[in-house]
Nanobody, 126 residues
Framework: VQLQASGGGLVQAGGSLRLSCAAS????????LGWFRQAPGKERESVAA????????YYEGSVEGRFTISRDNAKNTAYLQMNSLKPDDTALYYC????????????????????WGQGTLVTVSS
């Protein structure tokens, strides 16, 4: 497994969860890191992304202001802090690292990510 996502669980609406994504040096260093999610019956969507050096971030509109993406390059680990969770946030969350290295443009689309974790389930009850 090249990336390992963890931290999912069941939480009530309004609650918080922190997802972690642990990776190897080969699949983490110099690569953008993205979080994606797929809800039952829906297509996979991008949630957030962070550049290889942490200098650029991106958030999908519905999570902006509630989710925070970060990374610790010394630990080869990225995080997604999710606050004010809503039932619509229920999904399988995946972390992925970009195929490109040391890019000056933040990778946002899924097809720019070549390394994927197995997913962690987040369920938000109303």
């Amino acid at each position: 497994v090249q990336l390992q996502a963890s931290g999912g669980g069941l939480v009530q609406a309004g609650g918080s969860l922190r997802l972690s994504c642990a990776a190897s040096t080969r699949t983490f260093t110099g690569r953008d890191l993205g979080w994606f999610r797929q809800a039952p019956g829906k297509e996979r969507e991008s949630v957030a992304a962070i550049s290889w050096n942490g200098g650029m971030t991106y958030y999908e509109g519905s999570v902006e202001g509630r989710f925070t993406i970060s990374r610790d390059n010394a630990k080869n680990t990225a995080y997604l802090q999710m606050n004010s969770l809503k039932p619509d946030d229920t999904a399988l969350y995946y972390c992925a690292s970009s195929s490109r290295m040391f890019s000056t443009v933040l990778s946002k689309q899924a097809d720019l990510y070549g390394y994927w974790g197995q997913g962690t389930l987040v369920t938000v009850s109303s």
